[in-house]
């Protein structure tokens, strides 16, 4: 089970999976270039969504479909200085993105 972790020490954030930096995945989505955010809905949480999905996922047409849900439903909610998840509670609001609106293949 992966463990994702982020940490704000003054205007430095830190997100690691498993203890070693997370990929932001700008290769996928260039939301934002100065790095990841969390606990509101703006470019910087998008990343951050991103990012984890692309990573717990390992499917980037998985992640392009529901990481901006997963922002809404996760990324803004966390606590503004320190928060971890893990790969059962990633798992868990997947699970439940899907049953309120699943996505048609191939749209995004």
């Known amino acids: 089970m992966k463990r994702y972790a982020g940490r704000r020490q003054g205007y430095v954030v830190n997100v690691t999976v498993d203890g070693r930096r997370l990929n ?6 260039n939301h934002s270039p100065t790095g990841f955010e ?8 998008a990343q951050l969504a991103l990012a984890i999905l ?5 499917d980037d047409e998985q992640a392009l479909n529901f990481y901006q849900r ?26 439940s993105l899907r049953e309120r609106e699943p ?5 995004t």
């Open 54 to 58: 692309a990573d717990h996922c390992g």
């Open 103 to 107: 996505v048609l293949e191939g749209v």
């Open 70 to 95: 997963f922002k809404w439903a996760v990324i803004a909610e966390l606590p503004h200085r320190e928060w971890t998840l893990n790969s059962e509670d990633i798992d868990r609001v997947l699970h």
């Open 24 to 29: 932001p995945r700008l290769d996928l989505w």
């Open 38 to 45: 969390w606990g509101y809905g703006g470019s910087g949480p």
